[in-house]
């Protein structure tokens, strides 16, 4: 019996809920990097982020490459890099709401009286 497909999504999904996952994820929509690279931007130990990029890598969204020493990650799919602009586009949209819901609050409400 197979794995449905919403199962599966949602599996895709808790690998991408993690903030050092997707700010790794951010940075490799931009160019490849190397660990040394990325070690500044994500500020997590170099132990936390190799466990980091290993479940990325485990999903099949990034792959490595080895130069020398250095160790660089790229994007599976420029889809990935996609994800996470339809991911900001929808973000943007949601705080929006809350700003204007917000403002609307504010301008209902009755004046302090101090």
Known sequence: ????????KAEFFRTLGHPARIRVLELLSEREHAVSELLPHVGLEPAYLSQQLAVLRRA??????????AVYYSLTSPQVAELLRVARAILSGVLAGQAELLADLRAAAPPDRN
Do not use: A, D, F
Request: aromatic letters at 6%; charged letters at 15%.
């Open 1 to 8: 019996m197979s794995t449905p497909l919403y199962q599966l």
């Open 60 to 69: 099949n969204l990034i792959v490595s490459r080895k130069e020398g020493s």
